[in-house]
């Protein structure tokens, strides 16, 4: 269903900390061709909250007037448009925000999908199609909260549709496909089940969250959630200037994406980096590399090793091979090593490390 409450969802740009969560998030609505993004961490982590904020920060699209799958006027795909343009129908653009569709892991395949009236095409010969979530959050996003306890089954067609951007139908002969491009987040807390590698592994960018553990962030987090749930009109309020500003930098972003250049040792040290850590497949270097363009975008700067290791870290963690019953894997601290490398060799960290000659790390002077 759709969310209704967006009006008045808890702004991104007030979220206190948690910046590998945001900057996953950032990186997927700045670079489309991510597929998913997946958040595990405990209870209270504002995990739902970033999701919902989020989709606050895209800008309004065009879409076609009475088109059950918000088609793009300039390229619509659907049945139903598409048959419009051949009997010379003009279709009318109108503009919508983003869809952000909330999936309740208690829901059916067909409900998911959408459904098929086979009586009506097989004795009228012509195909009734009632669209699902899918159809719904084509072209915006898809969330789903505690993703790790929706059916596998369920799970396997979101991902399908998800990577190839169409969702096909089929029953008994009679087929029906339709646009289904979206952005999937998935939460969940570990504690409560995992998801099988093979899901993990098809979301491209996963991080793990956890409670702020200074005491003015957590002081900072406790102020501003009083304040919002006793006045949030007012709170939205406060924060939309900064949330404007936000959302004009992912607009921005996503202008810069195309012209991102990225240097061949940062192809180098991906595909490096996937051979180390013997890796299965190709997904994780390519997701690191999206991620690299769509950070270098947020940023409006060169692509840099501190980039690279936040890339890193999302494409990679969830992607390490396990061994039975150990909760870590084998080359996690492998990973770990690789992405404090790539932090130690940026210039910045070199430039500062000059300015203060003689201290150790982590040593303030007096």
């Excluded at 399908?160 to 807390?189: C, K, Q, W, Y």
């Excluded at 002081?219 to 709170?235: C, H, M, Q, S, W």
């Excluded at 940062?266 to 497949?281: F, K, M, P, Q």
């Amino acid at each position: 269903m759709h969310d209704d409450r967006l009006q008045m969802v808890y702004p991104f740009a007030a979220l206190v900390g948690q910046e590998p969560m945001k900057q996953a998030l950032l990186c997927a609505v700045i670079n489309p061709s991510l597929h998913g993004v997946l958040i595990r961490g405990e209870r209270g982590t504002a995990k739902s909250t970033a999701a919902r904020a989020m989709a606050r920060l895209l800008p309004t699209q065009q879409v076609v007037r009475g088109c059950r799958f918000g088609c793009d006027p300039a390229s619509p795909a659907c049945p139903d448009c598409c048959g419009a343009i051949a009997a010379h129908e003009s279709l009318e653009a109108v503009g919508r925000r983003v869809p952000f569709v909330c999936l309740p892991v208690s829901a059916t395949e067909d409900r998911v999908v959408g459904t098929l009236d086979l009586e009506q095409a097989v004795l009228k010969g012509r195909q009734r199609f009632s669209p699902g979530v899918l159809a719904e959050a084509n072209r915006g996003v898809l969330y789903i909260d505690e993703v790790n306890l929706l059916p596998d089954h369920v799970m396997d067609l979101l991902l399908d549709a998800a990577a190839m951007g169409v969702n096909l139908v089929e029953r008994e002969s009679i087929t029906f496909s339709h646009p289904s491009r979206f952005l999937l987040v998935g939460t969940m807390n570990p504690e409560e089940g995992e998801l099988r590698p093979q899901l993990t592994d098809r979301f491209d960018l996963s991080l793990v969250v956890g409670g702020e553990r200074e005491v003015e962030k957590r002081r900072t987090i406790l102020k501003r959630r009083l304040a919002y749930e006793a006045d949030p009109v007012g709170f939205v309020a406060d924060w939309r200037e900064a949330e404007e500003a936000l959302a004009d930098q992912v607009v921005r972003a996503r202008r810069r994406l195309g012209s991102v250049e990225i240097p061949d040792w940062v192809i180098d040290e991906l595909c490096r980096t996937s051979n180390d850590l013997a890796v299965d497949g190709h997904r994780a270097e390519l997701a690191a590399l999206k991620a690299v363009g769509a950070l270098a975008a947020l940023e409006d700067r060169p692509v840099d090793e501190v980039m690279v290791a936040r890339a890193v870290e999302l494409a990679y963690t969830h992607r390490l091979r396990r061994r039975p019953f150990e909760e870590e894997s084998d080359g996690a601290e492998k990973l770990q090593h690789v992405i404090e490398r790539l932090r130690e060799s940026s210039p910045a960290t070199q430039t500062s490390r000059r300015a203060s000659p003689g201290l150790p790390p982590g040593k303030k002077k007096d």
